[in-house]
């Protein structure tokens, strides 16, 4: 799980001959990911399409081009169906000139529909103004501006000109300037009013009659194009299966024909090489040579092994007494070098009684030459329960092959930390619904992922509420349930009321302790990760770090330095002294937890100075980042305040609806909603449950009449859908900032190369 599956490189050798017969069974397995040749070896070329690669690319265009016309998506399929040649040569042809005619037409509806709907805005402003068209032009001795602006304004530019004679018409913003001047003249009196010139549109007579012209032009347009997509709609319907299955069927043949273009080739032989999982490489041999027959070689050059770095760090040595026929026991595409001064011999293909000879340099660490890029494509290897939070992980990134994978971290921690943050079984239900909504209902990888997560998250939301005790911030679970089952109340508290004040206290210390513990897998991840480097480097990048972190806040937790609180380290003064949880114990004294074995406490101190040094001899640089492992822990404490906020906005909105009266225990005080009874009613009997009713905090909007159960219940619906919103974008946030800010910092750097075998996965199409 915090490892991909082990992979291995592999190599495919043969005759040309069977070049065809090799991919076609190849792309059957669909578990290759095939390396494209760099060019780098002497007498191999990269290969050349398949003939008639040219011609299904083109109508590959062809099909996508008309499902983009008749907009076909995936719920159009139906059932798989079987694509000849013939049919696609034949269907394909006559779909392509209907749809083409019909979109043809449509394009030219959608001109002229475009055209009389701009002659209707132009036509617009003068039905407004009212004057005939023939009026507003032709005149000799008369200069016409027509347009919008304010014809207030317009007036004073004109008495302020050298324009002697005018008149302005005006409506609704419109205005119709008549004056006795030159054109030009008018124009510059113009120019400081708010004034917006139309042109006039041609015609005579009442702009309303062209305007209803117009209109009924543009219905007959409209009823034209409608009737035309209906007829592009009925296409839709009767060739979608049609197109999709001949899009999928025109990608195989393409994709086919193109993986030429990755080989080696010389004039008769040709050199793949990929990566398939190392599982998989025995069924991979077998099949392709139950396919192809002994005219192709296949041969594992190396399994990779994991480093920091994400490299295949070993290999195993190529057996070349494999293979047969005519390609031989010459096919040789990847020997191994046992030294530095060992020369490689040139590698040997025999295929149709010629032969070509590739020479490669040895590599320097005496590892197998290969034809590309060494990175290892990446397959998480996750449970399915898990597999969901990888999209999670991508949005930083894939991890590299030879990175420890977070996934199942995230997996563990992230629902758990919202769980304890939001705490109550009403959104927890919820969130899960919600999730599984999105699981079930839609198509998105990406979002049926966050539905899994939403599900995951939901649970461990209902699961804390049910120990908090609490359904929608009620307590009706605390209060009816657990005593139920023998329990006096729920067994923990979320510390909002001063009677479990203790509680907030203890939130904190555990935050802190959930702190330490994250941090810790991080760091020693990439401890781990850097022994591939050797112990000193891990030691010294990565130890000394976790010596820092335990260092400091094991002498913070046992009170050392006298400045702590006494309720981390004194069973006296701790949490809960006289209170204890309903599960029995009675206190966190922290130092219990750091002072093992007459471990003397001062000497955490010495411990956090050792990894201070040691971080110092890998990189000083890094020492003015050494108060991280104190910040990033104060980070989790977060997860105590987002919970007091929480409960806090929940306990509001319960308050303003069922009221507040509070009640003295020999605790402190607690809160109860007034749910049974008004909190004035309870006041007035003055005890509830032995215990003395002090005050009203507030008589709730429920017990003040039918305007107020109205007012009451619009607040207390979307009061609460307000706190389910704003726990996703609270405690959601919070806890994946946490993950990606604090844990992946530690040893996540991703960049990992995703595994795309060559092959297709037939959705629309089948060979029976």
């Avoid at 062809?62 to 076909?72: A, F, G, P, Q, W």
């Avoid at 060739?239 to 899009?247: P, S, T």
């Avoid at 563990?412 to 239900?429: R, V």
């Amino acid at each position: 799980m915090l490892r991909p599956e082990r992979m291995c490189r592999v190599s495919v050798t043969g005759s040309k001959r069977v070049m065809d017969d090799t991919i076609e069974s190849v792309h059957e397995l669909d578990i290759l990911h095939v390396t494209e040749y760099d060019g780098t070896w002497d007498g191999f070329e990269p290969g050349d399409p398949v003939e008639g690669a040219d011609e299904a690319s083109d109508k590959l265009v062809t099909v996508r081009s008309l499902e983009s016309i008749l907009d076909v998506d995936a719920e159009d399929a139906g059932p798989t169906q079987l694509v000849t040649d013939e049919a696609l040569e034949e269907d394909l042809e006559d779909v392509r000139t209907q749809v083409n005619e019909l979109d043809d037409r449509r394009g030219d509806i959608e001109d002229d529909l475009r055209d009389v709907r701009e002659r209707i805005d132009t036509m617009e402003p003068f039905v407004t103004l009212g004057i005939d068209l023939d009026l507003l032009r032709g005149y000799d001795s008369l200069s016409v501006a027509v347009g919008t602006g304010d014809a207030d304004e317009v007036e004073a530019a004109l008495a302020d000109s050298d324009v002697e004679t005018f008149e302005v018409f005006d409506e609704d913003d419109v205005v119709a300037v008549f004056a006795r001047c030159e054109d030009s003249d008018l124009q510059d009196a113009l120019v400081g009013a708010t004034f917006s010139e139309l042109a006039v549109p041609e015609g005579d007579g009442d702009p309303s009659s062209y305007l209803e012209e117009l209109r009924h032009e543009e219905q007959q347009l409209e009823s034209k194009l409608s009737t035309v997509e209906d007829e592009l709609d009925d296409l839709r319907l009767d060739y979608a299966g049609f197109l999709l299955a001949a899009e999928e069927k025109l990608s195989i043949e393409v994709q086919k024909a193109e993986a030429p273009l990755t080989f080696a080739t010389t004039e008769n032989a040709f050199v793949a090489e990929g990566w398939i999982p190392d599982e998989e490489y025995e069924a991979f041999e077998s099949q392709v040579m139950a396919d192809v027959g002994e005219a192709v070689a296949i041969e594992k050059l190396e399994v990779a092994e994991y480093d920091s770095d994400g490299h295949a760090q070993s290999h195993e040595e190529v057996d070349h007494g494999g293979g047969g026929g005519e390609v031989g026991s010459e096919v040789d595409t990847g020997v191994t070098a046992e030294s530095e001064e060992e020369q490689r011999e040139p590698s040997e293909a025999v295929a149709d009684g010629g032969m070509v000879s590739a020479t490669a340099e040895p590599r320097s660490d005496g590892g197998v030459v290969t034809m590309g890029d060494e990175d290892p494509p990446v397959i998480q290897d996750n449970p399915g329960a898990v597999k969901p939070f990888e999209s999670l992980v991508e949005v930083v990134n894939r991890p590299k092959y030879g990175e420890f994978d977070p996934t199942v971290v995230f997996f563990l921690t992230f629902p758990a930390f919202y769980g304890f943050m939001i705490g109550d079984l009403g959104y927890g239900i919820l969130y899960f619904l919600a999730g599984y909504g999105l699981y079930t209902q839609v198509d998105s990888d990406v979002l049926k992922s966050l539905g899994g997560v939403a599900m995951w998250a939901g649970g461990f939301t209902a699961l804390f509420g049910i120990l908090y005790g609490e359904v929608f911030g009620l307590h009706t679970i605390s209060n009816v349930v657990w005593p139920a089952i023998g329990f006096e109340e729920a067994p923990i508290h979320k510390g909002l009321q001063p009677a479990f004040g203790d509680y907030a206290i203890a939130w904190l210390t555990i935050s802190l302790l959930a702190g330490m513990l994250h941090l810790a897998i991080g760091w020693t991840f990439d401890f781990v990760e850097n022994l591939s480097h050797g112990f000193y480097d891990a030691l010294t990048e990565s130890g000394s770090w976790l010596l820092m972190l335990f260092g400091l806040w094991a002498w913070v937790f046992s009170g050392a330095n006298g400045s702590a609180p006494g309720f981390l380290y004194t069973a006296e003064e701790g949490i809960f002294a006289g209170h204890p949880f309903a599960l029995g114990f009675t206190g966190l004294p922290a130092i219990n937890l750091f002072s093992v074995g007459g471990f003397p406490i001062s000497a955490w101190l010495l411990v956090f100075a050792v990894g201070l040094v040691l971080l110092a001899l890998a990189d000083p640089i890094e020492v003015v980042e050494f108060l991280n492992v104190f910040v990033n822990v104060l980070s989790y404490t977060r997860l105590a305040a987002v919970l007091l906020a929480k409960a806090g906005m929940a306990f509001v909105v319960n308050l303003l609806f069922f009221g507040v009266y509070v009640v003295e225990t020999g605790h402190g005080a607690e809160w109860h909603f007034g749910i049974n009874h008004s909190p004035a009613y309870m006041l007035e009997q003055g005890t509830y449950h032995g215990h003395e009713v002090t005050e009203v905090m507030f008589g709730g909007l429920m017990h003040s009449g039918v305007a107020g159960v109205i007012g009451g219940l619009l607040v207390l619906v979307l009061g609460h859908v307000l706190v389910l919103v704003l726990g996703v974008t609270s405690a959601g946030l919070q806890g994946v900032r946490l993950e990606y800010v604090e844990f992946f910092g530690k040893f996540f750097e991703g960049g990992g190369k995703q595994y795309t075998p060559f092959g297709y996965d037939r959705q629309y199409t089948t060979d029976d």
